[in-house]
Every structure is written in structure tokens, then in C-alpha cells.
């Protein structure tokens, strides 16, 4: 293997005819690189979906209601109706799969004009009434103060947790911001928090960074809600399926408060669960779908070293007869034809790996300066296994496209290649 005449013969053969060298080369080159650039365009993909969803628990769901649509126990179809905060203690007590659960209210939405007020700014935010472990099932990141604690919900506290885009549109850069007080639909509340979102892309109700969060105790007395509760999220304990949470809870919600079981349509729900699933599946098979497309095309060069290597075996048969003649071994012919084989396939291959890998990253470095949205596209990677694996594809690719032209030159008879015009 690191026979030095070897390897003189290999680099004088593939130096005597540049051109088709470098042309049989150029096709695992290629194959090699698109390999690459396409894993790492998919991984970015992936990656900008994921980030999206920051820490968002992937084993919840959320659920709310719609009117209903069959009549049941003396109740019309068509009629509107709310889960109350009894409920929650019975789907504690009755779905054990259940571990966090935050009830929510949203009275208010984007379209209720400018519902709040600091100073002589005004503005229209999302307003909603929430227990601390909503930050457990969709997190976000404080960036002053602090969140929503149990002490808030128990004293039925006057505080508000604030989005970034709400500060700067209601606060003055520089200004201080905890302490101060702001009217939301007619009562003040005291700012002790200012956040932002960890995900973009799960919304629900409007643009997080213009949400204020303020204690669900505290909205259901000042605004004379009652015990109404507009969602549920919940979330399933470890090795629980959030589907069977979600199925359990609505069929108890259902009972509860006199819902037909099978009308469907007065639940509105969302399972991230079945959504990280699907995404997942997604993103296998665009794997999938660019590993089969990489190796045909790197299949393709590879038939390409194959048939020179044919060629080459022919312009050197009698050269392979003279070796023959003088005692060389069918398996030390077959061992050089491959050895040249795999050396062509790996050059081009390493050369088109480490090309792909290098734009990937300045791709990335770009991507990173340019400070531009990041929502459809983040973080092009490679992982060092693929590169492992693809090392592994060049080394087998190149000693399939020897072994054929291999097993040819050792299938003359020496006296026939030396009589070889």
C-alpha cells in the first residue's frame, strides 16, 4: 500500500493525461459536493423550523371552545360556552398523565382598540390572564424583573409582565420601566417584568412581543369574569402521550359541561405533539430524499472513473503483461487498479467535501453578520457524521469503480497482452 514505485505509477498515470484526469474526476467532485450543500441547506432548514419553536414543550396541547353543533340534554346546538375553573381540579384528579396545566384567559384580543395606556401613549396589545406554569409549557425569556409567582395569583396581585415591543413603544429608551404603572382597559398595573419570546412561530392571539401577561385570579376579579377560563394548555408527564391527555381531557370537558361527546367541532384544540411528529417526518424525508439524490449523482461520476479506468487498462495491457510475465500476482494488479481508483475518487471527493463544507460556513458567517430575518433559514451545519459517512461512500465508490476494470486486467493471459497492438 505505501510501496513508493506505486505510487509514482499512480500519479505518472494520472498526470499523462490531464484533461481526462481532471474531467473523471470532476464528476465525484461534484457528486461529493451537492451531497453536502444539500444536507446542510436541509439541516438549516430544520434548524430555523426548531428555533421557531423555542422552548415551547413538544408534548402539549392547547384546547378552547366553539359553539356546538348537536343539541344534547336539553341544550340547543349553536350555543357558546367556556370551561370554568372547577374544571381544572377535575382534570387534575381525574387524568393522572397530566403534568403541568395552565388555564388562561384572553378576553381581549389585538382588535379591542387601544387597550392600554402609559403616560400619553396608548396602544392595543395582547392582554391574558395566566398562572405561572404557562412559562413552563411556552417559555419566555426575561429580560428585567421577573415572571408571574403563585403569591401574585393568592393576593390577587396588580402586576403586569410586559413584552420587549411593548416597552418600546409605550417607554422611552432609558426611561425605567419596573415600578411603573400602566392602565389596562381602566385598571393600573404595576410592571415587574419585561420579556421576549423564545419561539416565532407558535402564536396564538397575536405577536407575543407585544403580549402582557397579568395574574388569571387577578383579570377574573377585575374585569368580573367569574370563573370562566378561556384555554387549557396542558402538558403530558414524561413518557405519557400528549394525544391521550388531549383525548381524556376533552372528554371529560365535554361531561362537564353538557357537550354531546361526539361533537367534535365544539372543541377547538392544537396538539404540538402530532405537530413535531409530522415535522419530523418532514425532515426525514427530505434527509432521505437528498441522500438518494447525492449518491445517484455521485454514482454517476463514479461509473464516469470506472469507464476511464477501462481505458487506462487498455492503453497499459501489455504493460499488465509484462508485470504478469515476471511474476506478479493477479491479487498486486487488482491492488494497483484499485489503489488508483480509490486515490482519483477520494482526491475529487475530499476536495468537493471540504469545498462544501467551506461555503456552508461562510454562508452561515454571512448569515450571521447581515443580522437578516433568520425565520426560514439558520445555522447550515454538517454533522461530523455525515462527513464520516460520506468518507465512507468515496472509499467504497472508489473501489467499486476499480474492481471492474481490475478484474479485466486480470482476465488476459499474460501471453495475450503481450502480443497486445
Not at 141 to 155: V, Y
Not at 202 to 214: L, Q, R, V, Y
Not at 253 to 278: C, I, S, T, Y
Amino acid at each position: 500500500m505505501f510501496d513508493y514505485d506505486k505510487w509514482q505509477e499512480i500519479y505518472s498515470s494520472l498526470k499523462s493525461n490531464k484533461l481526462r484526469t481532471f474531467f473523471t474526476a470532476f464528476g465525484v467532485f461534484w457528486g461529493i459536493f451537492m451531497l453536502i450543500i444539500m444536507l446542510g441547506s436541509g439541516k438549516g432548514l430544520q434548524n430555523a423550523v426548531y428555533s421557531g419553536m423555542g422552548d415551547f414543550a413538544t408534548n402539549s396541547a392547547i384546547m378552547f371552545t366553539r359553539q356546538t353543533t348537536m343539541p344534547y340534554k336539553g341544550f340547543p346546538r349553536g350555543r357558546f360556552w367556556l370551561f370554568h375553573t372547577s374544571d381544572m381540579e377535575a382534570l387534575k384528579k381525574n387524568i393522572p398523565e397530566i403534568d403541568e396545566l395552565a388555564p388562561r384567559l384572553q378576553p381581549w384580543g389585538r382588535n379591542a382598540g387601544n387597550n392600554v395606556v402609559y403616560g400619553l401613549k396608548t396602544g392595543s396589545y395582547n392582554i391574558t390572564g395566566d398562572y405561572p406554569a404557562i412559562n413552563k409549557i411556552d417559555p419566555v425569556r426575561i429580560l428585567n424583573g421577573r415572571f408571574l409567582n403563585e403569591i401574585d395569583l393568592q393576593d390577587k396581585r396588580k402586576v403586569a409582565v410586559i413584552g420587549n415591543r411593548v416597552r418600546d413603544e409605550l417607554f422611552k429608551e432609558g426611561d425605567p420601566v419596573l415600578g411603573e404603572y400602566i392602565r389596562i382597559n381602566g385598571v393600573y398595573y404595576q410592571v415587574v417584568g419585561v420579556f421576549e419570546p423564545k419561539n416565532k412561530n407558535m402564536n396564538f392571539g397575536g405577536d407575543k412581543d407585544k403580549s402582557i401577561f397579568i395574574p388569571f385570579t387577578t383579570m377574573a376579579v377585575s374585569y368580573n369574569m367569574g370563573d370562566d377560563v378561556h384555554y387549557f394548555l396542558v402538558t403530558a408527564k414524561k413518557g405519557k402521550s400528549a394525544s391521550v391527555v388531549e383525548e381524556k381531557s376533552m372528554k371529560l370537558l365535554a361531561e362537564r359541561n353538557h357537550v354531546a361527546p361526539e361533537d367534535e367541532q365544539a372543541f377547538g384544540h392544537f396538539n404540538l405533539e402530532k405537530e413535531f411528529k409530522k415535522m419530523n417526518g418532514l425532515f426525514l424525508g427530505i434527509r432521505t430524499l437528498i441522500w438518494i439524490v447525492g449518491i445517484g449523482t455521485l454514482f454517476a461520476g463514479v461509473i464516469g472513473v470506472s469507464n476511464i479506468m477501462l481505458i487506462i487498462i487498455k492503453e497499459r495491457t501489455r504493460e499488465i503483461g509484462i508485470q504478469r510475465a515476471i511474476g506478479a500476482t493477479p491479487w498486486k494488479i487488482i491492488s494497483q487498479v484499485i489503489t488508483e481508483s480509490v486515490t482519483l475518487t477520494a482526491m475529487a471527493g475530499l476536495f468537493g467535501l471540504v469545498l462544501g463544507v467551506f461555503l456552508l460556513e461562510m454562508l452561515n458567517k454571512g448569515l450571521a453578520s447581515s443580522g437578516g430575518d433568520e425565520g426560514m433559514f439558520k445555522n447550515p451545519e454538517v454533522d461530523i457524521k455525515v462527513a464520516v459517512i460520506a468518507l465512507i461512500v468515496l472509499i467504497l465508490s472508489g473501489i467499486i469503480a476499480g474492481l471492474i476494470p481490475a478484474r479485466k486486467a486480470v482476465s488476459m493471459k499474460p501471453v495475450d497482452a503481450l502480443r497486445y497492438e
